[in-house]
């Protein structure tokens, strides 16, 4: 791909991410219809590993550690790694991904299937996990 191609996409990654910032900045997804519903939560009634993440990004985006935390424990600790391997692509472009290696799809698959039945177990201190 031509480094003409790939500006182009960056720039419309760019402006499709900020105009999403802006939407969860200004309106809170708690109070409206017009957000996605979890269709897995819609259709079993079980919280998947994402449910909450609307409203934690909502509230990360004001500010509010706790509240994200509480909807959605998971989400802060994958934007952090998000968030690190993508400054380590652009300052170390040649050096390896953080998820190169063939333990870290078993290892993050393995932390979110056991977050996703954790969150439904509704024994105290498992009910703090569900959004």
């Known amino acids: 791909m ?6 182009i996409i960056g720039i419309a990654l760019g402006v499709l991410l900020g105009l999403a910032a802006l939407l969860y900045f200004s309106i809170n997804p708690t109070n409206q219809v017009f957000y ?7 259709g ?8 909450g993440s609307q409203r934690a990004i909502h ?3 004001h500010f509010r550690i706790g509240e994200a935390f509480s909807h ?3 989400l802060i600790p994958a934007l ?17 991904s953080l998820f190169y290696y063939p333990k870290t799809p078993i290892i993050i698959a393995i ?3 056991l977050f996703t039945i ?6 105290y201190p498992f009910t703090l996990l569900a959004p």
């Open 80 to 96: 952090i790694l998000i968030g690190i391997e993508f400054v380590m692509r652009i300052a170390y472009p040649k050096k390896r």
């Open 2 to 7: 031509g480094i003409f191609k790939r500006k």
């Open 111 to 113: 932390v979110i299937v």
């Open 72 to 74: 959605n424990l998971l």
């Open 59 to 61: 509230d990360l985006m």
């Open 118 to 123: 954790l969150r439904n177990i509704d024994l």
């Open 36 to 42: 996605p519903k979890c269709p897995i939560y819609m």
């Open 44 to 51: 079993l009634g079980i919280h998947c590993s994402g449910c």
